[in-house]
């Protein structure tokens, strides 16, 4: 167990990494900080609330090994995911929530699949790594799936008025974060 625990801890040290290194190459854009902020303070104090009341300290909610090979199999799949879409986006890509200059609309590659699929990789590879390590973890999940929806839902309202012609519809066909579902 302690081999699939540092294969996580690497994979995502090399996740961030690389995109906070890609983060250098990509386009001037606009963060509304104060929304920014506000949004990741709730977030945080959320998180040392959870973590004061003991919930990480909860035994037998530790894996077993088929559990944490799936959640092997789910937290490389979902990096693979959101770095291919990082790719995929190039220079167009930016943090949540930030207005790109000169936005282009990119609805091919894994924008085909989700409307963001960053997002969606980056909560899948969580959910593989709750599922590996252990079930207690499944609260960073949610609380990142809360800020990812509302990221998103934030974004959308950008990309409508960047995109009033041709974003609708493409909300209408492609899903936000799970194919077919969600």
Do not use: C
């Amino acid at each position: 167990m302690h081999t699939i625990a540092y294969v996580i801890a690497a994979g995502w040290v090399a996740f961030w990494t690389y995109w906070i290194v890609a983060a250098f190459r990509m386009k001037r854009g606009r963060i509304l900080w104060r929304r920014e902020v506000r949004i990741r303070v709730v977030l945080v104090v959320l998180a040392v609330a959870v973590a004061r009341l003991g919930l990480f300290r909860m035994h037998g909610l530790r894996t077993g090994p088929w559990l944490a090979g799936i959640g092997l199999v789910l937290f490389a799949a979902g990096l693979a995911l959101a770095v291919w879409a990082r790719l995929h986006l190039g220079r167009n890509w930016g943090g949540p929530m930030t207005q790109k200059a000169d936005p282009e609309l990119v609805t091919s590659g894994p924008y085909r699949l989700v409307r963001h699929p960053i997002y969606s990789g980056i909560l899948v590879a969580f959910t593989g790594s709750a599922l590996a390590l252990d079930w207690a973890w499944l609260v960073v999940v949610v609380l990142t799936g809360v800020y990812f929806v509302h990221s998103a839902t934030v974004e959308e309202r950008h990309l409508s008025q960047a995109f009033p012609d041709t974003y609708p519809e493409y909300r209408r066909s492609t899903r936000m974060l799970v194919p077919f579902l969600f």
